[in-house]
């Protein structure tokens, strides 16, 4: 793998890597958990790769691949799902370019991937945790999928690192919609540096600037506000109803922001 992509050939798949790939336009990418045997364990909404229930799922689910008309023999999918799904790895990929997510890279080499979701700081685990967690939430679910706020890629990271953004009752990760969307725009609004210059190329420079520093304070592996948890711990909790997905607020970010 290059520094700017992580495409990876199929033959260096080893089980624990987290993989992803790109959908039409590169509008998002879908991440999973290689466990062997060409499989991929990876988190959707009841078997949909994305969705919000509103009216963006019209863009999303247009992005998505399009799907064979002619069913997979190896792939069992049923209608009666947690959200966490088991694939071989063509259907995974739907066509697309195979991808490595990295863990514990330098600063420098993350900040030099401007697009959020390739990359963290943060140390994986070892490859037989991760398949272990992988394995278990296919088996006990991994709580609501929502776009924003719990999606394919928090799935991923957990798996691979255990790590969750854990205040009181609430749980978030870090995925690409937070340092795409909200980690940006938190720190715009919270920063005085928007006041400083009215040329455009100090407002452009600026910009960049206050994005790569928001991207960098939001990633897992520089917060402050995670814990370990187990993933048995996890399912539990879940179940009994004493940890819910946060949502991300502009004010949480920005509050973040400031601490970090």
Same mark, same amino acid.
Not at 3 to 8: A, K, T
Not at 10 to 24: M, N, Q, T, V
């Given at each position: 793998?290059?520094?700017?992509?992580?495409?990876?050939?199929?033959?260096?798949?080893?089980?624990?890597?987290? &993989?992803?790939?790109?959908?039409?336009?590169?509008?998002?990418?879908?991440? %999973?958990?290689?466990?062997?045997?060409?499989?991929?364990?990876?988190?959707?909404?009841?078997?949909?790769?994305? #969705?919000?229930?509103?009216?963006?799922?019209?863009?999303?689910?247009?992005?998505? !691949?399009?799907?064979?008309?002619?069913?997979?023999?190896?792939?069992?999918?049923?209608?009666?799902?947690?959200?966490? +799904?088991?694939?071989?790895?063509?259907?995974?990929?739907?066509?697309?370019?195979?991808?490595?997510?990295?863990?514990?890279?330098? !600063?420098?080499?993350?900040?030099?991937?401007?697009?959020?979701?390739?990359?963290?700081?943060?140390?994986?685990?070892?490859?037989?945790?991760?398949?272990?967690?992988?394995?278990?939430?296919?088996?006990?679910?991994? %709580?609501?999928?929502?776009?924003?706020?719990?999606?394919?890629?928090?799935?991923?990271?957990?798996?691979?690192?255990?790590?969750? +953004?854990?205040?009181?009752?609430?749980? #978030?990760?870090? #995925?690409?919609?937070?340092? &795409?969307?909200?980690?940006?725009?938190?720190?715009?609004?919270?920063?005085?540096?928007?006041? +400083?210059?009215?040329?455009?190329? %100090?407002?452009?420079?600026?910009?960049?600037?206050?994005?790569?520093?928001?991207?960098?304070?939001?990633? &897992?592996?520089?917060?402050?506000?995670?814990?370990?948890? #187990?993933?048995?711990?996890?399912?539990?909790?879940?179940?009994?109803?004493?940890?819910?997905?946060?949502?991300?607020?502009?004010?949480?970010?920005?509050?973040?922001?400031?601490?970090?």
């Amino acid at each position: 793998m290059g520094l700017l992509s992580n495409r990876l050939d199929r033959a260096s798949l080893k089980p624990g890597d987290h &993989i992803y790939s790109w959908r039409s336009a590169y509008i998002y990418a879908h991440h %999973g958990i290689y466990v062997g045997d060409d499989k991929v364990v990876h988190f959707t909404r009841r078997g949909q790769e994305v #969705g919000t229930g509103t009216v963006l799922d019209v863009l999303l689910v247009s992005s998505g !691949p399009r799907r064979s008309l002619v069913p997979c023999t190896t792939c069992t999918h049923t209608d009666d799902t947690n959200g966490v +799904v088991s694939s071989c790895l063509s259907c995974f990929l739907s066509g697309g370019v195979l991808y490595r997510f990295e863990y514990s890279v330098s !600063p420098a080499v993350f900040l030099a991937k401007a697009r959020g979701g390739t990359c963290t700081l943060a140390v994986s685990d070892p490859d037989e945790i991760v398949v272990h967690r992988a394995k278990y939430l296919l088996e006990n679910g991994f %709580g609501c999928y929502n776009v924003f706020k719990n999606n394919c890629e928090d799935f991923a990271i957990y798996c691979k690192t255990g790590l969750l +953004v854990v205040d009181q009752r609430t749980m #978030g990760q870090s #995925g690409q919609a937070v340092s &795409i969307i909200g980690g940006p725009l938190a720190a715009v609004l919270s920063t005085p540096l928007r006041l +400083v210059t009215t040329n455009v190329y %100090g407002m452009v420079a600026t910009a960049v600037g206050v994005y790569c520093t928001s991207r960098y304070m939001a990633d &897992i592996g520089m917060r402050r506000d995670v814990m370990k948890v #187990g993933v048995e711990d996890l399912t539990r909790r879940i179940a009994t109803g004493t940890i819910t997905v946060a949502e991300p607020s502009i004010q949480a970010l920005v509050a973040n922001n400031n601490v970090s």
